[in-house]
């Protein structure tokens, strides 16, 4: 049975780590990132409900006596 040659091994690995390098730095490198943020409002607007102007009660099975 031959056995398996690794001496290359070490080469392709590092020559893989290294063009994906490069790859994802090109990739990057496309993207327009915007240079200054602007904040917006995270404020949440109420939203009326019809069932919130209501009376409601929920009775839980558990808390309903025997």
Known sequence: ???LDTSTWL???LSMFLTLFIIFQLKVSKHNFYHNPELTSTKMLK???PWETK??????PLLLPL
């Open 1 to 3: 049975m031959p056995q």
């Open 11 to 13: 080469t392709m690995i």
């Open 47 to 49: 939203q009326n409900t």
């Open 55 to 60: 009376w409601t009660k929920i009775y839980l």
